[in-house]
């Protein structure tokens, strides 16, 4: 197998070899566009570059966004915990075993005068 990919890389080599002979080395297209083609190869790195970033970047935020969905689903867990332990039957059977009973007198609420 590994020969079959250097033959193949060898015959690529030499196409290429011969396309360089036959048609850019004769009109010195790289001596006179040298500039442009360097513009042309920093602009290809300066994409590749950004692609990498913006791969990274997604991929961050879909992290970030099966964090948020777990940390919401443990504060809705956590809410509905503290409503069920906040009911007035819940605490009263939570006190009693303190030794604490219902009061059979009803609440009243104390208005201050100043």
């Known amino acids: 197998m590994k020969s079959k ?5 060898y015959l690529l080599r030499i196409r290429v070899k011969d396309l360089y002979v036959t048609k850019v080395a004769p009109y010195k297209l790289i001596d006179s566009s040298w500039r ?3 513009f042309i190869s920093s602009l290809a790195i300066l994409v ?4 990498h970033q913006v791969d990274r970047k997604v991929f961050q935020m879909s992290k970030l966004n099966e964090q948020l969905k777990d940390l919401r ?4 867990d956590m809410r509905t915990q503290l409503m069920s332990l906040s009911k007035p039957t819940k605490v009263a059977q939570d006190v009693q ?9 009803a609440p009243f609420v104390l208005n201050v005068q100043e």
């Open 5 to 9: 990919w250097n033959e193949l890389f």
């Open 36 to 38: 442009m083609i360097l």
């Open 48 to 51: 590749i570059y950004s692609s």
């Open 73 to 76: 689903s443990k504060h809705i």
């Open 97 to 105: 075993s303190i030794g604490l009973l219902k009061s059979r007198v």
